[in-house]
C-alpha cells in the first residue's frame, strides 16, 4: 500500500464519491481510486464509514437532491437524473425513507425557491452604495 496509511487511500475513494456522485461510479472505480481490491476495498471502506461504498453514494445523492428540491425549481425528474440517479420511481423510495416526505411534498414543505433567491453580497453592496459625491 505504499507509504500512506490505509485510512488515506480510502480518503481517496470518499473524495471521488463526493466529486463524481452523478455520474455512474462503480464499486471497482471507487476501489481503484483507493488503490486496493474490489473485496477488501468494500470490508476497509464499511469498517471505516460504518457503511457500504453504495450507501455513502446514495447518501450524498439524495442530500444533494434535497439541496436541489429547496434551492431550485427543477422537477423531480430533473432532480433525480441531476444526481445521477435514473429511476424517478426509486429515488422516490429512498428519499422518502431518508427523509419522511416524497420529493415533491418534501418541496411543498418548503417556501419556494424564487422566494429564498439569495442576491450576492457584492451586488448588495454595489448597488447599495451611496452615489458618489461630485463635490469632491
Given at each position: 500500500m505504499g507509504s500512506l496509511?490505509?485510512?488515506?487511500?480510502?480518503l481517496r475513494a470518499k473524495?471521488?464519491?463526493?466529486?463524481?456522485?452523478?455520474?455512474?461510479?462503480?464499486?471497482d472505480q471507487m476501489a481503484a481510486a483507493a488503490m486496493l481490491s474490489r473485496a477488501h476495498?468494500?470490508?476497509?471502506?464499511t469498517r471505516a464509514f460504518g457503511e457500504t461504498p453504495?450507501?455513502?453514494?446514495?447518501?450524498?445523492?439524495?442530500e444533494r437532491a434535497a439541496a436541489l428540491l429547496r434551492n431550485t425549481d427543477y422537477s423531480?425528474?430533473?432532480?433525480?437524473?441531476?444526481?445521477?440517479?435514473?429511476?424517478?420511481?426509486s429515488f422516490t423510495t429512498s428519499f422518502k425513507r431518508t427523509y419522511g416526505l416524497t420529493p415533491a411534498?418534501?418541496?411543498?414543505?418548503?417556501?419556494?425557491a424564487?422566494?429564498?433567491?439569495?442576491v450576492p453580497a457584492c451586488v448588495v453592496r454595489t448597488f447599495?452604495?451611496?452615489a458618489p459625491d461630485s463635490r469632491l
Open positions: 496509511p490505509p485510512s488515506r487511500y480510502l473524495d471521488l464519491i463526493d466529486a463524481q456522485y452523478a455520474g455512474e461510479l462503480t464499486v476495498f468494500s470490508r476497509a471502506f453504495h450507501a455513502y453514494l446514495q447518501t450524498r445523492r439524495l423531480v425528474a430533473d432532480v433525480c437524473v441531476a444526481v445521477g440517479l435514473r429511476s424517478v420511481g411534498r418534501y418541496r411543498a414543505s418548503l417556501p419556494a424564487a422566494d429564498r433567491a439569495m447599495s452604495r451611496p
